[in-house]
């Protein structure tokens, strides 16, 4: 199983970005999909997560800002951001959930100045 992740980049505070993350392998009951993301000297986060059934669930800080979605033909995850602020500043990294193994993909940088 391979993820790849793109979409990141430099913005302007109050800017969106839109990251896609695309699953290709041998892809079976897939759980979960969903994005972290890790800052210098900050543990790494759970930004948000979308299940098959599609319910979602988000970090506090980017409600309402963010948001996930799924395409299950493309096998592609989305991340939406809006109204991004220089706190959102990280490498955001994709994941999935297939039984019980969690796949990385190598992460985007998203870099918001002020």
């Known amino acids: 199983v391979q993820l790849q992740a793109s979409g990141g980049g430099l913005v302007q505070a109050g800017g969106s970005l839109r990251l896609s993350c695309v699953v290709s392998?041998?892809?079976?009951?897939?759980?979960?999909m969903g994005w972290y993301r890790q800052a210098p000297e900050k543990q790494r986060e759970l930004v948000a997560r979308?299940?098959?059934?599609?319910?979602?669930n988000y970090l506090d800080s980017v409600k309402g800002r963010f948001t996930i979605s799924r395409d299950n033909a493309k096998n592609t995850v989305y991340l939406q951001m809006n109204s991004l602020k220089p706190e959102d500043t990280a490498v955001y990294l994709c994941?999935?959930?297939?039984?019980?193994?969690?796949?990385w993909g190598k992460g985007t940088q998203v870099t918001v100045s002020s």
């Open positions: 994941y999935v959930k297939i039984g019980a193994t969690i796949y």
């Open positions: 979308i299940f098959g059934v599609g319910s979602t």
């Open positions: 392998g041998n892809i079976f009951d897939v759980n979960v």
